[in-house]
């Protein structure tokens, strides 16, 4: 079972993710998201620390956040990444862009 939370200090958010980032759980997340950004951000976390999985709409989600913040000129950073996701990154060459980081 996947499911998420968001929290926000100051002008930062942290989405923490359990379980798979896929199709099934990227419309909400992504939904949640874009109201917290409403608030205005300077930088948003993404931690995958408790993330098992992560598919193609999962990687959509962290393109097209990092591209949406980014224009808002907004930082994003993916932490606690798992060897395995990380390698699908960087096999992606989004380790930099995504600024992933391993647990």
Same mark, same amino acid.
């Given at each position: ?10 002008? #930062?958010?942290?989405?923490?993710? %359990?379980? !798979? ?6 419309? !909400? ?5 874009? %109201?917290?950004?409403?608030? +205005? ?5 993404? !931690?995958? $620390? ?16 990092? +591209? ?11 932490? +606690?990444?798992?060897? !395995?996701?990380? #390698?699908?990154? #960087?096999?992606?060459?989004?380790? +930099?862009?995504? #600024?992933?980081? $391993?647990?």
């Amino acid at each position: 079972m996947a499911s998420h939370t968001i929290e926000r200090t100051g002008k #930062q958010i942290l989405v923490t993710l %359990q379980g !798979d980032l896929t199709a099934a759980i990227v419309p !909400d997340v992504q939904a949640a998201l874009k %109201q917290e950004l409403e608030k +205005n951000a300077e930088e948003v976390i993404f !931690d995958l $620390g408790k993330a098992v999985m992560l598919d193609s709409s999962g990687i959509g989600l962290l393109i097209a956040a990092c +591209n949406t913040l980014s224009r808002a000129h907004c930082r994003m950073r993916v932490i +606690n990444v798992s060897a !395995d996701i990380l #390698q699908l990154l #960087q096999s992606m060459r989004l380790i +930099n862009r995504l #600024q992933a980081t $391993g647990r």
